[in-house]
């Protein structure tokens, strides 16, 4: 990995929406039955939840992750860094300022979920800290998805 490259983050923008979106898209991380713009969008609304990005010095968007808890668990969506922009530690701070955003509201866990699909991430979240915790992950659509 080279040196961490000069990026400030921050709460994204409404009109942050369609680059997070691109960015998200771009990395592998959105799925056929999740419209990522209606994620980005429930995150930035909620009380308990917000969507941070990375920029680089010239303006550009180059790193995201959504962030959330539930009054007891702290969560990590959408850790993403640009393409072109992996290697150098930005997917590391997008990690760091999620757990600084729950550290900040008194959340003392986080959690987060690979899909059996990226597996190849797991060794960068190993690195920073996470574990593999043996869960069984039970879902259900309410909305009357399949």
């Not at 729950?102 to 987060?112: H, S, Y």
């Amino acid at each position: 990995m080279t040196a961490t490259v000069s990026i400030a983050v921050e709460p994204a923008r409404p009109e942050d929406e369609a680059e997070v979106v691109a960015l998200w898209r771009a990395c592998g991380l959105t799925v056929p039955y999740n419209d990522p713009a209606t994620d980005f969008c429930f995150a930035r609304a909620g009380a308990a939840s917000d969507v941070l990005v990375a920029r680089a010095a010239d303006g550009a968007l180059v790193g995201s992750v959504m962030v959330g808890h539930d009054g007891h668990r702290g969560w990590l969506y959408y850790v993403a860094a640009a393409p072109s922009r992996q290697g150098e530690g930005i997917g590391r701070r997008m990690v760091e300022a999620g757990e600084r955003w729950l550290a900040a509201r008194g959340v003392v866990k986080v959690q987060l979920l690979v899909r059996e699909t990226n597996t190849q991430v797991v060794a960068f979240y190993e690195h920073l800290g996470f574990e593999v915790a043996p869960r069984t992950v039970l879902s259900k659509w309410i909305d009357g998805r399949e």
